[in-house]
């Protein structure tokens, strides 16, 4: 069992930066891919960036790809998303999750955290 808890969202103006923290429990931790995805409102939840468990190999939605930037620290349980250059389209809740495969991490996710919202002004 994985439980996960993100941080860091809030009001940032556009071309801003923002960096979230997703903070793991659990002894296997490091033993699963990670990654991030977002739900703005009226929308289907998205993804946004993924991690191998070892951190040696990532993957962006082109929509974040040279701005977002996922790194993670075993050693403390967290995984992280750099957030760069942002627009008010990046708006949405941002979702931490954790997954046994990272080859197909989009569709194969086995734990979520509760979100934080990140809000782009114009």
């Known amino acids: 069992q994985v439980q996960l808890v993100e941080s860091g969202g809030g009001l940032v103006q556009a071309g801003g930066a923002l960096r979230l923290s997703c903070a793991g429990s659990g002894r296997t931790f490091s033993t699963y891919a990670m990654g991030w995805f977002r739900q703005a409102p009226g929308k289907e939840r998205e993804f946004v960036a993924a991690?191998?468990?070892?951190?040696?190999?990532?993957s962006y939605a082109d929509s974040v790809k040279a701005r977002f930037a996922i790194s993670r620290d075993n050693a403390k349980n967290t995984v992280f998303l750099q957030m760069n250059s942002l627009k008010p389209e990046d708006t949405a809740v941002y979702y931490c999750a954790a997954g046994s495969s990272y080859r197909v991490f989009r569709s194969t996710v086995d734990y979520w955290g509760k979100g934080t919202l990140v809000t782009v002004s114009s």
């Open positions: 991690i191998s468990w070892s951190g040696s190999s990532t």
